[in-house]
């Protein structure tokens, strides 16, 4: 499919500021919000948008060179942030118990993920090649905060990818998202913070500064940093935006190039910033010499009437002819309040998105006077075994389709 059932709904008639006032400082997840501010895909399947560059895995996958595979890695970690470039729509919180599953034949995997928390929200997913090339799992909790004018989102949880053909484990986390002008202006995301993507066998690491924006704009959407051995050594440089391109060029070229830039820029200081800084083009300044390792995929021309999604995102949502008798009643494809807001039924879907929430808390009352324990499905808790951090395990039996005893969740 190339685009949803409706196009979006405006949110201009809407004060977030009338919805937000009160929650300055605090974790949103606990705070009930309006329909309005969603996109309809629920955060199991954003997460699910990890994969559309799963292409850099395959090509790791074919170098013996391990600095080679640290690229394509260390591309893979950027380029899954880069679905949240203008897509300052909510996702859904999942439900506690809510799967989500995707096969593309076509790039390579499949995936499974489910919600094995609901507070604090935990997800946890797992997704395998589907020439078992390569295994890629993790869980997140994101901590949203709201500090008045602007929503931060740190995403807590740890991120692995295994290329079992070398023998190798690679471990990461997201860096910090944050959607600015929530109250008034244009809405417009940045990322920032540190990414250290880690090869455990080698030693090698690649150690990446997502730039915070800065007053002039300057640094809008920048990322840059080092490969580096196990002796701290650098091998070479990666620079670009998440939300574009990266590139990577000798380590030694990348400084002097820095270098003589920063005489330049001190030279212009005295310009006035901007409200919004301003993409221009292909805004990546490239270093001679240097080799490009990543590209976004353009979004369809329609992403704009369409929650800026990709055309990834777009079918993640799609509820194909022979899937209804195959997924387990608690896939997000079969989430009602979803499926109106898709359709662009606001009023319909804001009162499902209260049943289903309602119908949470009683499960959850239930249960806490029967002192029965909630059992997550699909996932268990154990030690990571590359980083020895808390993880989410994956139990391996989802895809033998077994789904008796599933909880009636919508």
Not at 355 to 374: D, F, T, Y
């Amino acid at each position: 499919i190339t685009s949803l059932p409706a196009p979006m709904f405006s949110r201009n008639d809407v004060s977030i500021w009338s919805i937000l006032k009160k929650c300055i400082g605090m974790e949103l997840s606990k705070i009930a919000m309006p329909v309005i501010l969603n996109e309809p895909l629920s955060f199991l399947q954003r997460l699910t948008e990890y994969m559309e560059h799963t292409y850099l895995i395959h090509q790791a996958n074919t170098t013996t060179d391990s600095m080679e595979r640290m690229k394509c890695v260390a591309a893979f970690a950027v380029s899954a942030v880069a679905s949240q470039w203008e897509r300052t729509g909510k996702p859904f919180n999942p439900l506690l118990g809510e799967t989500y599953e995707l096969i593309r034949e076509d790039l390579g995997f499949r995936w499974m993920s489910e919600q094995v928390s609901h507070h604090p929200p935990v997800s946890a997913f797992h997704a395998e090649g589907l020439q078992e090339d390569f295994l890629f799992h993790g869980s997140i909790y994101p901590k949203l905060k709201f500090w008045g004018k602007s929503v931060e989102a740190e995403p807590k949880g740890i991120i692995s990818l295994e290329l079992p053909k070398y023998n190798e484990a690679y471990t990461w986390t997201n860096p910090t998202c944050c959607v600015h002008n929530i109250i008034v202006g244009q809405l417009w995301i940045e990322q920032y913070g540190n990414v250290e993507v880690i090869n455990h066998k080698t030693g090698e690491r690649c150690s990446l500064i997502f730039k915070p924006c800065g007053l002039f704009g300057k640094e809008l959407h920048k990322v840059e940093g080092y490969i580096l051995d196990k002796s701290k050594k650098k091998l070479c440089a990666i620079y670009g935006k998440w939300t574009e391109c990266l590139y990577t060029v000798d380590a030694d070229t990348f400084d002097a190039h820095k270098k003589s830039d920063k005489k330049n820029s001190e030279e212009k200081k005295n310009e006035e910033p901007e409200e919004m800084p301003l993409p221009d083009g292909d805004t990546v300044q490239v270093i001679p010499g240097s080799e490009l390792i990543w590209r976004i995929v353009p979004r369809p021309d329609n992403s704009a009437e369409f929650y800026a999604f990709s055309t990834f995102a777009m079918q993640l949502n799609e509820l194909e002819e022979g899937m209804k008798g195959v997924l387990p009643p608690t896939d997000c494809r079969l989430r009602p309040d979803i499926r109106h807001m898709e359709k662009g039924d606001m009023d319909s879907a804001s009162a499902e998105k209260k049943r289903v929430e309602e119908k949470q808390r009683l499960s959850r009352k239930n249960r806490s006077k029967s002192s029965e324990e909630w059992k997550t499905r699909w996932f268990h808790q154990g030690t990571n075994p590359h980083n020895k951090a808390q993880d989410w395990l994956y139990s391996n039996s989802y895809w033998d389709r077994n789904y008796s005893l599933l909880p009636d969740i919508y």
